[in-house]
């Protein structure tokens, strides 16, 4: 049998992590990894690839095409490919991992990079438009900031110098958006990168692991999620952040506490792990203690973690939270840079001394 080809996409910098998971739950053989992409192979995907929690998405790849360069002419290409997809191969595939209703129709989303004289919407319908003739269904084009209805086959075209990947998303919706996401602040973390976060922590069966300025609660939902009987708390200072806390968590066995960050109502020494995004400057200014002495929360942690415990922080500027963190006894294990909506934190990750 011919091994399906599976293209997961994530966020820039967590490509490696999304590469261990795929591993880890014997989702397939991983290829490479690229710009926010990650390619494995598996000869029977099934409905356990809709489980990667630190992808933004998955899908089948249907094919790649080459020679599509700047030019509107080169999109006849990507054209003729589409139109001549194997696609009831593909379709049985994809029922295998997702079983769904009658598709209600297509649609594609596009991405390039670099100048090109075509629109991201005239690659779409370069797509779209075949597909939808093969299928025999109804073509719902993005044009306009149209949204298309659900229910459909979503496909999606990446294009890279010369060569276009041509992929059929395997859910009913995007991976990233969360059934538990009842309520939404700004500042709320992306929902795979707050997976990868407690992965990068490793936290052991059993573990306490504590996200002191919660927010919303997605990393300690996302913590309970991954389903090793971990006691989680998570607090924030703001009353209203730890009620949406709570309701996104419901059920999960998640403790929500209002509490500062800077003098958390914890004993010393009582938490294995800290993962956390702490409050960034434009986005959701620090308050309290923290507000007053940025330093203090790094002292904190140090105070509540056991010795060796593990700190892993997404921040907007590592070069002071390392200095901090180190001032209050930490070591550097490790610190990556992400990027996400236009913006560039990174991830650290701190060793408690002893
Ligand atoms: C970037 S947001 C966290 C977002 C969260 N991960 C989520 O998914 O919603 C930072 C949070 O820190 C909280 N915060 C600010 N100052 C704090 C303090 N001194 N102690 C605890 N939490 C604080 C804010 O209320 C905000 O909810």
């Known amino acids: 049998m011919t091994a399906a080809r599976l293209l997961a996409r994530t966020v820039r910098g967590i490509e490696p992590v999304v590469a261990d ?43 790649t095409v080459a020679g599509i360069g700047r030019h509107r002419a080169d999109l006849h290409g990507l054209t003729r490919a589409a139109a001549a997809l194997p696609l ?23 991405s390039f990079l670099g100048r090109r004289n075509y629109s991201r919407y005239d690659l779409e319908d370069a797509v779209g438009e075949p597909l939808a003739a093969a299928l025999g269904l109804p073509y719902h084009s993005r044009r306009d900031g149209a949204k298309p209805p659900p229910g459909g086959l979503s496909w999606r075209v990446t294009v890279t110098g010369e060569r276009a990947v041509l992929a059929l998303r395997i859910g009913a919706r995007p991976l990233h958006r969360r059934s538990y996401r009842r309520a939404s602040r700004p500042g709320s973390l992306h929902p795979p990168l707050a997976s990868a976060l407690v992965r990068l922590a490793a936290p052991p069966a059993g573990a306490r692991l504590l996200d002191p300025c919660c927010g919303t609660g997605t990393i300690p939902v996302e913590a309970a999620l991954a389903g090793s009987g971990l006691s989680i708390v998570g607090s924030d200072r703001d009353p209203a952040a730890v009620a949406a806390a709570a309701a996104n968590g419901a059920g999960t066995g998640v403790r929500w506490v209002v509490a500062d960050a800077g003098a958390l109502p914890v004993p010393s020494g009582a938490v294995d792990v800290v993962v956390s995004n702490p409050p960034w400057d434009r986005q959701v200014p620090p308050s309290g203690a923290l507000a007053r002495e940025p330093g203090r929360l790094y002292r904190e942690l140090h105070r509540v973690l056991r010795p060796g415990g593990r700190a892993v922080l997404l921040v907007p500027d590592a070069e002071a939270a390392v200095a901090e963190a180190k001032a209050a006894g930490f070591a550097l294990r490790g610190r990556r840079a992400v990027s996400l909506s236009g913006r560039h934190p990174e991830i650290v990750e701190l060793d408690r001394r002893p």
Do not use: M, Q
């Open 88 to 110: 009831r191969g593909l379709l049985s595939a994809r029922a295998r991992c997702a079983p769904t209703a009658e598709p209600s129709g297509v649609d594609v989303s596009a």
């Open 21 to 63: 998971e795929i591993r880890e739950r014997g989702l397939g053989d991983v290829e490479h990894l690229g710009h926010r992409e990650v390619w494995f192979r598996h000869t029977a995907p099934g409905p356990a690839v809709l489980g990667l929690r630190t992808a933004d998405d998955v899908f089948l790849v249907a094919t």
